[in-house]
């Protein structure tokens, strides 16, 4: 009994030490030769989500990022990017800008996932989305003039951009400071993608307070 009690605290040791473990620079997350500009208020820290409403690794992640997220200090910045990587990514990506734009963008974002992957719902067509869009007090003429306006293709571009920047392959990925990007195969699971950002967090703090 005394050896399998020594087993299980040793068993608990090691688990608790690796879970303490600093990420590892090219292993848990990679490092961008060119970081790229971060668009927050100084003294803050960003943090930013690169997704598509039609991955489903997104979709998993869903939870466990929006807990994560509601327990982030306040030297935090968190936004999500949709990816433009195709045509139906860069549709979807414009669904959230234009619902971005008409205010309704928290309300919408878990509800449009849902509609993808629960209910088979595809999304793409300006006419489905602004139909959709009328669930949260828009008409759909004005959520399709949202889907086709300037404000809206000039944060496309902006996306695309960073898209290039962050040197991103898939997703989902979570981008640290515009500087380390973590991916779900650099951290193993997509769980341990906001323990990861946890750590480079404290890591980008404690370089600032040199």
């Known amino acids: 009994m005394l050896k399998s009690l020594l087993v299980l605290v040793t068993g608990m040791s090691l688990s608790t030490l690796v879970m303490a473990a600093e990420p590892v620079a090219g292993e848990d997350y990679t490092v961008l030769d060119e970081p790229v500009k971060t ?4 003294g803050k820290i960003e943090v ?8 489903p690794h997104c979709y998993a992640l869903e939870a466990p990022l929006n807990a994560w997220v509601d327990e982030l200090p306040d030297d935090v910045a968190f936004q999500r990017i949709p990816a ?11 669904a959230f800008y234009a619902a971005k734009e008409l205010g309704i963008q928290e309300d ?3 509800d449009f996932f849902d509609a993808i992957h629960e209910q088979g ?10 139909e959709f869009f009328t669930q949260y007090g828009v008409s759909k003429d004005e959520a399709l003039e ?12 902006q996306a695309s951009a ?3 920047g962050y040197q991103i392959m898939g997703v989902p990925a979570l981008v640290v400071d515009g500087r380390y990007v973590i991916t779900p195969s650099s951290a193993g699971a997509l769980d341990n993608m906001p323990k ?12 600032r307070d040199e």
């Not at 930013?48 to 991955?55: I, K, L, P």
């Not at 990861?196 to 370089?207: G, M, P, T, W, Y």
């Open 121 to 130: 719902q595809r999304l793409t067509e300006p006419d489905d989305i602004a």
């Open 48 to 55: 930013n989500e690169v997704f598509w409403y039609g991955c």
């Open 84 to 94: 433009t990587m195709g045509e139906t990514w860069t549709k979807h990506a414009r």
């Open 196 to 207: 990861i950002a946890d750590a480079l967090i404290d890591k980008v703090r404690s370089e």
């Open 146 to 157: 949202a889907l086709d306006s300037f404000g809206v293709k000039s944060q496309l571009n």
């Open 108 to 110: 919408m974002h878990s």
């Open 39 to 42: 668009e927050v208020p100084e």
């Open 162 to 164: 960073k898209m290039r």
